[in-house]
């Protein structure tokens, strides 16, 4: 039974605020009235409702549709010009038997563009077919997500800037540690042995210690240099590309951690550009770093491999691996490794996938359009 403070059901302009059911009971004395619901629910539903034929033609809408687009005698009828085209193309595979839904601007009766989001249905009533629609205005949800968009799209960009700014700039700095200080240090150590060589007498047995043991201090220098500026931007990766990098550095990170690794794969060819080769170089640092920092491994091994469409790097620890979880739980305090691996991917239209199998190690797997 259906008690209504103000009997208006079915009066023109009646609002739906200024109704109010007290209490839907189900009453099997009384007979129901199905008619009555179900004009009640089309009244003041908030979803806009209507029943049209296939052509696109409103046979019937409710309230709240009318409130908001007006009298209008056709579905189509107020679209924005510009999705006329999908709508057309949406209504078709409606009537082929498709239940999508489709979101699509119209202009409503005040003027005001707002978007719709419409589910519907086909139906047979008296041996007709129609399309039955129920739709929800989602505007302010539509213009959320596409600020959401935008902005991700922006840090997205940002990201990608910053690796640029980060690499010119170790490019850069490499670049002043070869041209000032390396050759500072070369004049050094020619001057060192020029004064070895003309130190003569007494002086010899006392000064040429010295002498030798600054020697070895500058040698020392250089060499400290090398590998700072090898960290910055490998020679050998402009030299030889990218196999060789890795082997170069896998030598490194085996004798400095003790942890084994491979390098398999085959040199590609023709050399991809210089920005994936670089990418995926940084990629293996930071997931080295990762190897030595949480992994507790023995053993790394790294496959390069490629096709004509695609270079694909995998790098693969015996290490104790770990949880999601524990990974989302790290990442909401740093984490920063794995972001910036997957956006140096992104970055080039590929994709980063870390496997973390607990207890059987970690892989790491980067797929890259060449
Ligand atoms: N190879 C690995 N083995 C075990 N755990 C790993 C490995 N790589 C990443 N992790 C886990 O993922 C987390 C996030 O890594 P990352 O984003 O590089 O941040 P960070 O190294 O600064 O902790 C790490 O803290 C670690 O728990
Ligand atoms: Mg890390």
Redesign the pocket.
């Known amino acids: 039974m259906i008690k209504k403070k103000n009997n208006l059901c079915g009066e023109e302009g009646v609002e739906v605020g200024r109704v109010t059911i007290d209490e839907i009971t189900p009453d099997v004395t009384e007979p129901s009235c199905p008619d009555e619901l179900y004009h009640l629910l089309t009244e003041y539903a908030t979803d806009l409702i209507s029943l049209n034929t296939i052509d696109g033609r409103r046979v019937w809408s409710s309230r709240s549709l009318e409130r908001l687009r007006g009298p209008v005698t056709n579905i189509f009828e107020n679209a924005h010009p510009h999705e006329l085209k999908t709508i057309l193309r949406w209504w078709k595979r409606i009537l082929d038997g498709s239940t999508e839904r489709h979101r699509w601007r119209v202009r409503t009766v005040a003027g005001e563009w707002r978007w719709l989001e419409t589910a519907t249905g086909l139906l047979t009533y008296q041996h007709r077919p129609y399309v039955l629609c129920t739709a929800r205005d989602v505007t302010e949800q539509k213009l959320a997500e596409d600020l959401l968009r935008a902005k991700s799209k922006q840090i997205r960009e940002m990201a990608a800037h910053l690796v640029e700014v980060e690499e010119a700039e170790r490019r850069k700095l490499s670049q002043e540690l070869h041209d000032r200080i390396g050759q500072i240090l070369t004049a050094l150590s020619i001057n060192l042995n020029t004064i070895r060589r003309q130190i003569t007498g007494d002086l010899r047995e006392k000064i040429v210690p010295r002498i030798n043991d600054s020697l070895s201090l500058t040698e020392e220098a250089v060499s400290r240099i090398k590998d700072v500026m090898a960290d910055l931007r490998p020679p050998v990766l402009d030299d030889y590309g990218l196999l060789a990098t890795l082997r170069w550095y896998g030598k490194q990170f085996a004798s400095r951690t003790g942890i084994a690794v491979k390098i398999q794969g085959k040199e590609i060819s023709p050399r991809p550009a210089s920005n994936i080769e670089i990418a995926l170089f940084r990629i293996t640092q ?2 080295f ?3 030595s ?3 507790k ?1 023995t053993k790394v091994t790294v496959i390069l491999t490629n096709d004509k469409d695609s270079l694909c790097l995998s790098i693969c ?1 015996d ?4 949880h999601h979880s ?2 989302a739980e ?2 909401k305090r ?6 910036t691996m997957t956006e140096r991917a992104e970055s080039l239209g590929g994709e980063f996938r ?1 496997e ?1 199998r607990p207890k059987q ?2 892989r ?1 797997v980067v797929k890259v359009p060449r």
């Open positions: 930071e997931a770093t990762n190897i920092k949480h992994a491994a620890d290490g104790v691996g770990f524990e990974k790290k990442d740093r984490g920063w490794g794995l972001l870390i973390p190690g970690t790491v």
